[in-house]
């Protein structure tokens, strides 16, 4: 079994849905709960990061944490085209520098 | 310019043959990281380097060597390259002072026939 588990999708929706992806994990240690995005032919990009448990917003974005769960959810409000990408899961420690353990993505189509 | 740029960024090589992916950054970054990526299995780590005399094996470095030449270039070899090395290869950089943010260059895409 995977540390982090991911649906690989592909999520297809229309453009305006909200979007959620979600990631499980085994790990209770992990403390930092990053989301990146990574579109076709390009690196990864940090898109949000959770510390612990609770919430966190950015325009459209909301990041989620439920460590008691050990799940971790991403929502995308008012989706986009542009959002069209691969969305990535991450993991750290709090201790251990900053080794990131990845989920597999979740490929995302916003049709117009 | 890009901040950290890889270089081939697409290679087609045959099986047993050495090759070596580069990776310079421009960033400062101490910190110096390979991944490569395969289609659900998301990244995993093969080596990574916390300054220019720290070198550290990942999650799947056998088959894999690196060299940190100086703090801004990290370069990965494949000593004898076999068909199951086909992937998308990254690096990464991030700062010593983040516990969360590292920066990906484009990939290389390698495939070993």
């Known amino acids: 079994q995977k540390e982090v588990e991911q649906d690989p999708g592909p999520l297809s929706v229309p453009e305006g849905a909200i979007v959620s992806l979600n990631c499980t994990y085994s790990?209770?240690?992990?403390?930092?709960f990053m989301w990146y995005r990574q579109y076709s032919r390009k690196g990864p990009e940090l898109l949000m990061y959770t510390y612990s448990s609770g919430n966190k917003e950015d325009g459209r974005f909301t990041a989620q944490v439920d460590k008691s769960s050990k799940y971790i959810s991403l929502f995308i409000r008012d989706s986009q085209p542009s959002d069209s990408a691969t969305y990535l899961c991450?993991?750290?420690?709090?201790?251990?520098?900053?080794?990131?353990?990845f989920g597999g993505g979740t490929r995302l189509m916003v049709k117009p | 310019d890009a901040d950290v740029t890889q270089t081939p960024r697409n290679r087609i090589t045959k099986t047993g043959k050495r090759i070596m992916l580069e990776c310079s950054q421009t960033k400062g970054h101490d910190r110096m990281y390979w991944y490569r990526q395969d289609p659900g299995l998301g990244l995993r780590l093969i080596y990574y380097s916390f300054d220019v005399k720290d070198i550290n094996k990942g999650e799947i470095s056998d088959g894999y060597s690196v060299s940190r030449q100086a703090q801004a270039k990290f370069s990965l070899s494949l000593e004898s390259a076999i068909p199951n090395q086909t992937a998308l290869y990254f690096c990464?950089?991030?700062?010593?002072?983040?516990?969360?943010?590292?920066?990906f260059g484009p990939g290389t895409r390698l495939t070993v026939t």
């Open positions: 990464a950089t991030s700062d010593s002072g983040s516990k969360y943010e590292q920066y």
């Open positions: 991450a993991m750290s420690l709090d201790n251990a520098g900053n080794m990131l353990t």
């Open positions: 790990n209770s240690a992990f403390q930092y």
